[in-house]
């Protein structure tokens, strides 16, 4: 960037002979107005820009640079926090101000051109802690106190989504992130003994439990960095609908419980999940909006490859992901991959069985377009095709919420034409089917409640320990994963009724809801009274409002290994999980799976034993149609079929 170097010497120059406060907040109204890409140009940057701005509270205050939800307080010289504390009152009052005149999250930022603190009220508590700091100690860092500027005041700015500017504006480094993790974290600590906020966490933890194996943690960072991403990936997919930001804005709700995009006419994109439960907590609603405003500062329309895994990895630390297991497929790879696995992109179907965050699926459905536009498909017809072509799979709730986005993302344009209703084939599963035990009967779908992991028996002959509830599904008398979606929504939805277990008497009945369906078998019926009864129960506990979500998704993986609707190719980068590292009973059903197969090597090697085999074996067992296989298996030379 190009600044009046003058300006910049002026403002590195801490407490210059004859320098005015007023001259310092010249100055940096200047920079505000010159640098690109920082706020609005022309004539709306004096709309939002205001130098002196009253406070019109019946005081004569005024703040000395108002900008968007940022107000700018300018002082002489910052030397400490304890000196400036007079200043820091004083910032504070009018933050808490606006916040009571406008209803929504202010931050303040003292600065006397050469220091920039930032400040913002916790939700819970009232304290006004500082966040973050910049320090301009030569004009060479000018470029660096523009980039955290943009993090800090999150006003459109048709930002190039580029890996760079991911991480500056949205990265685990960047002010913008640590402002929005403590207010997060706030939010979090006033609700986390809410039954239904930790059924949520648990069965986050389950499923990272059974994907991670002992590398996962269940930390409160993790859950709440994750629940960040999902939002930004819910706010990252409506952006790239077109959908407006004012829209967004006045109903955050309907963002993340995905009635935006229902409206739309776009289905399984966003929905309520592990992570709504901030919008069960006062402020949850001004959190959300803020994440939209950091995501509207970009420009999605621009996106050219993955960018929620460049989202990914800027707040996930490197450190925590090789903990964890996760290996991300640079995209260069997995397009060429794609380009030597999907020979023919408009007669094969193709799964990615451990999906990630969707780079495998972006570059399918990017060669589905160019091969469909070669051969002059219209609109509707490519559509139709990929939503019955490309499917994911992942156990990783993240991961899953980032794929779905970058599904979009793929489709780009696409989207804006003329158009029927677009299902997203992305979905939360155990690719694995762990849960599986010996004697499984492949009608029926069963979800222990309880279990630590995904790998937990649901029948007594298998159980390592105590089973304590088991939700039970049978999938004989449904014809197809719309209508068990709609069965299993019925279901959930009436079982909210029964809110106090003490009235028995007044339960709510299941029959009319079987018989709208078509449920006539006796065993089915008895098995779905056996199930409703427990979504009562569980819902009277306060633990029921996630199990729709859970059930409909796991179910996926049954759905995609019947044999009429089995792939022509596997695609992706199976999860590497070591056997040391493998929960006591993901290692006992990994042992029972690998011997029936031939692929146990004896206890005194199975230390050194991986998932990796396994899983590409089951993979081709329950999803391939004929044994052809593509991974990416980054310890080896060579990629190896199956």
């Known amino acids: 960037m190009h600044f009046d170097s003058d300006l910049i010497q002026r403002l590195t120059q801490q407490d210059s002979a004859g320098r005015t406060e007023a001259d310092i907040q010249s100055d940096i109204k200047m920079l505000l107005l010159s640098a690109p890409n920082l706020i609005p140009s022309g004539e709306q940057a004096s709309t939002v820009l205001k130098l002196e701005d009253q406070l019109a509270d019946g005081s004569k205050r005024r703040i000395d640079i108002a900008l968007g939800a940022t107000v700018i307080e300018v002082k002489r010289r910052l030397i400490t926090q304890a000196e400036a504390n007079e200043y820091i009152v004083q910032l504070q009052g009018y933050v808490e101000t606006r916040m009571m005149q406008t209803g929504s999250r202010y931050n303040g930022i003292l600065s006397d051109g050469r220091n920039w603190w930032l400040f913002e009220q916790d939700p819970k508590t009232g304290e006004f802690p500082r966040l973050s700091t910049f320090e301009l100690t030569n004009p060479a860092k000018a470029d660096e106190l523009v980039g955290w500027l943009q993090a800090v005041l999150a006003m459109p700015a048709g930002v190039t989504p580029s890996p760079d500017a991911i991480e500056d504006i949205l990265g685990a480094t960047s002010p913008g992130y640590a402002q929005d993790r403590a207010f997060l974290s706030s939010l979090y600590h006033s609700i986390e003994d809410d039954p239904t906020t930790r059924l949520k966490r648990e069965l986050w933890a389950r499923l990272l439990r059974s994907a991670l194996g002992t590398g996962f943690e269940d930390q409160e960072k993790l859950f709440l960095d994750h629940t960040m991403l999902s939002i930004e990936a819910a706010a990252i997919g409506h952006a790239v609908m077109g959908i407006e930001p004012a829209e967004l804005l006045k109903d955050p709700r309907a963002m993340l419980t995905g009635d935006s995009f229902r409206d739309a006419g776009i289905y399984n994109a966003v929905e309520a999940d592990f992570f709504d439960w901030v919008l069960s907590v006062s402020n949850g609603e001004k959190f959300v909006r803020q994440i939209i405003r950091r995501i509207t500062m970009f420009d999605w329309s621009k996106t050219q490859h993955d960018v929620l895994k460049v989202l990914y990895e800027s707040i996930i630390s490197a450190e925590a992901r090789k903990g964890a297991g996760e290996y991300y497929t640079p995209d260069w790879l997995a397009e060429g991959i794609v380009e030597k696995t999907l020979t023919k992109p408009l007669e094969q179907r193709a799964l990615d069985p451990a999906c990630g ?52 993302l793929a489709l780009g344009s696409r989207l804006a034409e003329d158009r029927e209703d ?43 320990f105590h089973i304590g509830h088991v939700l039970a599904f049978p999938l004989s008398s449904i014809e197809d994963p719309g209508t068990f979606d709609r069965l299993v929504s019925d279901m959930t939805a009436k079982a909210k009724t029964y809110t106090d277990r003490s009235q028995q008497e007044k339960k709510p009945s299941v029959e009319s809801i079987l018989s709208n369906y078509g449920i006539t078998s006796d065993p089915d019926r008895d098995t779905l009274r056996e199930t409703f009864n427990l979504l009562c129960s569980l819902n009277a506990q306060g633990r029921d409002s996630i199990w729709g979500y859970y059930v409909r998704n796991q179910v996926r993986p049954l759905w995609l290994s019947m044999k009429n609707r089995r792939m022509d190719v596997l695609v992706g980068n199976p999860p590497w999980v070591a056997y040391r590292y493998m929960t006591e009973d993901m290692q006992q059903q990994f042992k029972r799976f690998s011997e029936a197969r031939n692929l146990w090597h004896g206890a ?15 993979a081709v067992e329950k999803y391939l149609e004929v044994p052809q296989v593509l991974f990416r298996l980054s310890r080896w030379e060579n990629l190896e079929h199956a």
């Not at 495998?360 to 990017?366: E, G, S, T």
Request: proline share 3%; charged share 15%; aromatic share 8%.
């Open 604 to 618: 005194k090697v199975a230390t050194h034993q991986d998932l990796v085999g396994l899983f590409i074996v089951r």
């Open 357 to 408: 965050s969707g780079t495998f699926i972006y570059h399918l459905v990017r060669r589905i377009i160019k091969a469909a536009d070669q051969a002059e498909w219209d609109n509707q017809t490519i559509l139709n095709h990929i939503q019955e072509h490309v499917f994911g799979l992942d156990i990783h709730p993240v991961s899953v919420s980032l794929a779905r986005i970058t599904y979009l």
């Open 422 to 464: 677009v299902w997203v084939p992305i979905h939360l599963g155990d690719s694995i089917q762990w849960y599986q035990s010996a004697n499984h009967d492949e009608s029926q779908i069963t979800i222990n409640t309880d279990g630590v992991d995904l790998t937990t028996p649901t029948t007594a002959d298998d159980a390592l």
